[in-house]
């Protein structure tokens, strides 16, 4: 059987409802992720995913910042909320799920920005990420948490291969593609260790995108996009990646978050 996963920062569910129905109705995936809620957990729209056929829904909300929900058409069990850096954020949920004899765990990342600056002596919204990043590798390295069927995915905002940036050279220096960054991303993917979905179907040497920002008028014909959102699989699920995509044209749909939802398909 054919089962497909999908991440999105929809950067407020609330005012993007009727963008994340159209996508459920035209894409159909198993299960969603969204980062960015921006909403409390009592004021999430249930009732528009119920109608959607998202009978199963897992909240970590927060009022006007952050916040991360998983819906799903199977079941989901064990729910759990973890905080990082004891900032009382709404960055992570995770869910177990049961289809084809297996049963998976899904984790739904928001990782933090980082602000403007990429020196944490000036900017501790930068020195947060990096903690955030340092507690996301010891976890997963204590925990085992990729040693059986697991995924994660979501807004880890950061583009760390060369081209998952519209310029290498320009972007060194900003935030979400500094060396720093880069090092650190890549402890949390080895410490699962976790295998990256996307980069898996499309070579590194290739231009790969998810993010274009708001303050480019002519986002589409600029294509000054970064790779901020990931689904990464156990290497338990790798075998069975049967291929990804980048929705681009929902970033051009009507008052659009400025990420694209990412879709991986896989054969169980």
């Not at 929705?247 to 749909?253: N, Q, S």
Request: glycine content about 6%; charged content about 25%; some cysteine.
């Amino acid at each position: 059987m054919t089962f497909s996963v999908a991440t999105w920062n929809i950067n407020s569910v609330r005012l993007r409802i009727d963008n994340v129905t159209r996508f459920l109705r035209d894409e159909a995936p198993d299960v969603l992720c969204l980062q960015e809620t921006k909403c409390r957990d009592a004021e999430f729209p249930h009732g528009e995913f119920h109608k959607a056929g998202y009978a199963h829904i897992a909240i970590h909300g927060q009022q006007g910042y952050h916040g991360v929900a998983i819906v799903s058409r199977l079941p989901l069990e064990n729910v759990q909320r973890r905080e990082f850096c004891a900032k009382g954020d709404a960055r992570h949920v995770s869910a177990t799920l049961s289809t084809a004899g297996r049963k998976m765990t899904v984790h739904n990342f928001y990782v933090p920005a980082g602000g403007d600056e990429p020196d944490v002596t000036i900017n501790p919204k930068f020195a947060h990420k990096l903690d955030f990043l340092d507690e996301m590798r010891d976890w997963f390295a204590s925990d085992k948490v990729a040693g059986g069927d697991a995924m994660l995915m979501g807004d880890l905002n950061i583009a760390p291969l060369e081209h998952d940036v519209w310029s290498h050279k320009a972007l060194l220096k900003v935030v979400s593609h500094t060396p720093v960054e880069v090092e650190r991303l890549g402890q949390v993917q080895a410490s699962g260790p976790w295998f990256d979905a996307l980069r898996a179907r499309v070579p590194e040497a290739e231009k790969l995108y998810t993010w274009w920002s708001y303050r480019s008028p002519d986002w589409d014909s600029a294509d000054k996009g970064r790779r901020l959102d990931h689904i990464w699989l156990s290497h338990s699920l790798a075998p069975h990646l049967q291929d990804m995509r980048v929705l681009r044209a929902a970033r051009g749909w009507e008052r659009p978050s400025d990420h694209a939802p990412v879709l991986v398909r896989m054969a169980l």
